[in-house]
């Protein structure tokens, strides 16, 4: 176990500027992460953001000497890893947690898609040394298809009961389970920051944060996987072409309306730049565009045929006098025998004075 200590903290390359060994790089990254998520400050500040990038770069180097190290195989077991070097096991993770700390809004697609690679990598790093028991995250196509038709039946294009309540379930598993974590590492975090920690508590300790960032990516990955759809819509409808604005309907010049053309000439004299209209040039205008209001209406040609119908009646009873039609004359030499018998208003009770 002491070999493996010697070789992690031994190995450093020159051209690190600040010549720091590789356990204390890795631990000055972890805490300004603890740090950060703790602070009070704006995130988006440029101190705060200068203090993430920075941790960013450490860790990143971090993770080029562990794997110029090659402390992690495929082939070996987790009992097989020395205690000191199962906390390298968390630079994915880490550096994924980082990664979503950088606020440019002109760079949040690529943000989200670098920090779900980090994460992704931890969780495979975890399955193959099998820390935990968890299902892996579905890919990149996966996640977006699902995203499209939540939780839907094949075929049927309804909610997948079943497969939401089991969903739920997880959710709920997996909470309880952070939960748990959390409250034992507190335990165990007193006696490695005391100093007091035997190697065994030590392990103990990194194993908690392995499984409690375990939690910790399968939900950043569900959150990022729910997020990456509508920003790739955003970008699509950003690159769309619109459609050409339609031409604005040229403003009407303003005139003045006159009675005739004596006014027209008067007005016109007063005002030389604003012209001038009379009233029968106007009528003239708007009945050549068919816009009086009287075009085009059905009562125009209604009135029209009543008054035909009325010049055919008159002539009908001219014809009719003029001929010495006998029903004529019996019906106006009746209306005559009753003129001469009844005064004009007989029979009008309502008039009588």
Same mark, same amino acid.
């Given at each position: ?175 309880? %389970? ?25 392990? !103990? ?57 004596? %006014? ?20 003239? %205008? ?12 059905? !009562? ?18 001219? !014809? ?34």
């Amino acid at each position: 176990m002491a070999e493996c200590e010697s070789s992690a903290e031994s190995a450093q390359p020159s051209a690190e500027p600040d010549s720091l060994k590789l356990s204390e790089l890795f631990e000055r990254s972890w805490r300004a992460l603890d740090e950060l998520d703790s602070t009070q400050e704006p995130l988006a500040s440029h101190a705060v953001q200068e203090r993430v990038q920075r941790a960013i770069r450490g860790l990143e180097s971090a993770s080029r000497r562990v794997a110029q190290l090659e402390l992690f195989s495929r082939n070996e077991e987790l009992e097989e890893v020395c205690t000191s070097e199962l906390k390298y096991l968390l630079l994915p993770a880490l550096l994924g947690g980082l990664t979503l700390k950088q606020t440019s809004r002109e760079r949040r697609l690529e943000i989200l898609q670098t920090a779900r690679a980090y994460f992704v990598d931890y969780l495979q790093r975890c399955k193959n040394y099998d820390v935990s028991q968890f299902n892996m995250p579905r890919s990149c196509v996966e996640a977006e298809a699902e995203s499209a038709h939540p939780t839907a039946a094949p075929g049927l294009g309804q909610p997948n009961l079943v497969a939401m309540a089991a969903h739920r379930q997880a959710k709920i598993e997996r909470y309880r %389970q952070k939960k748990e974590v959390e409250t034992q590492l507190e335990a165990v975090k007193r006696a490695v920051d005391g100093g007091q920690a035997d190697e065994e508590t030590s392990r !103990r300790f990194y194993l908690l944060h392995l499984r409690r960032w375990i939690s910790l990516s399968l939900e950043e990955v569900e959150s990022i996987d729910q997020e990456l759809p509508i920003l790739k819509n955003m970008g699509t409808l950003k690159n769309t072409p619109r459609p050409p604005p339609q031409p604005s309907r040229p403003p009407m010049k303003p005139f003045i309306l006159t009675k005739d053309a004596v %006014q027209a000439q008067v007005f016109g004299a007063g005002y030389p730049s604003l012209p001038t209209m009379t009233v029968d040039e106007w009528y003239s %205008q708007h009945q050549r565009h068919g816009v009086l209001p009287d075009q085009g209406i059905p !009562r125009r040609v209604a009135v029209e045929e009543d008054r035909d119908a009325a010049e055919v009646q008159e002539e009908e009873k001219e !014809r009719q006098a003029e001929t010495d039609d006998p029903d004529s004359l019996h019906k106006a030499r009746s209306w005559d025998d009753y003129k001469d018998t009844h005064r004009r208003g007989y029979g009008n009770r309502h008039n009588m004075g």
